[in-house]
């Protein structure tokens, strides 16, 4: 059985990252979302072990001690993180997995696991996200602007990715990782398996 596949998808809050993932799910079933572990209370509608697992800052710091996270970091004074042994355990059972984190995170990831898929979500026009953030109205102006600077921190690492997908439209940013998706498994599976027909 082949290893299923690391997808690190990272873009600005606001961007539309949840909602054009949904759409790649609808479309591929071979796909698991990890649902990373943080600090910030729940949205309304979200559910814990959905959205999110939601943490205490005292759970979350003894999962760190623990060396349990394969990646965490502080974003607007909340601790997000991924949780090493459920990702890994997906993997091993030939599914790939998606992290949707930010780009910090990323970068972590990066560097400990070589052989992720990178693709980084964004948006058509700085303009466009902070209309999009403002619209939200599920937050403060201050939380929204402290969103907007991150945002254009976050863009600015746009070529740590190997991937890039304006989402301009949901239907055409999902079929684009979609895509990727596609490309990435005919080039890593296909060679895997045509080399058991040469053995």
């Given amino acids: 059985m082949n290893k299923g596949m690391l ?3 990272s873009g600005p809050s606001g961007v539309g990252k949840g909602t054009v993932l949904s759409k790649v799910f609808e479309s591929d079933n071979n796909l ?3 649902v990373s572990c943080t600090t910030r209370k729940p949205r309304e509608g979200e559910t814990d072990g959905v959205h999110y697992r939601f943490l205490t800052e ?3 710091l003894e999962n760190i001690a623990q060396n349990r996270m394969l990646e965490y970091t502080v974003y607007c004074d909340n601790y997000y993180g991924t949780d090493a042994q459920y990702v890994e355990k997906l993997r091993e059972s030939g ?7 930010e780009t910090n995170g990323a970068l972590n990831i990066i560097s400990k696991c070589p052989d992720a898929v990178t693709v980084f979500i964004a948006p058509p026009s700085l303009e466009h996200l902070y209309l ?9 102006r201050d ?3 402290k969103r907007f600077i991150k945002a ?3 863009l ?3 070529d740590n990715y190997e991937y890039l997908v304006i989402n301009d439209s949901v239907e055409k940013a999902a079929e684009d990782i979609l895509a990727v998706l596609r490309a990435e498994r005919i080039k890593k599976y296909n060679k895997n398996n045509f080399r058991g027909v040469l053995l």
Avoid at 95 to 101: A, K, Y
């Fill in 143 to 145: 939380v929204i602007e």
């Fill in 58 to 60: 005292k759970e979350f």
């Fill in 156 to 158: 600015a690492r746009i």
């Fill in 152 to 154: 254009k921190e976050e």
């Fill in 95 to 101: 599914t790939d997995v998606v992290l949707e984190i």
């Fill in 132 to 140: 999009r953030l403002s619209g939200r109205a599920t937050e403060s």
């Fill in 7 to 9: 997808i690190v998808v």
């Fill in 32 to 34: 698991a979302y990890s």
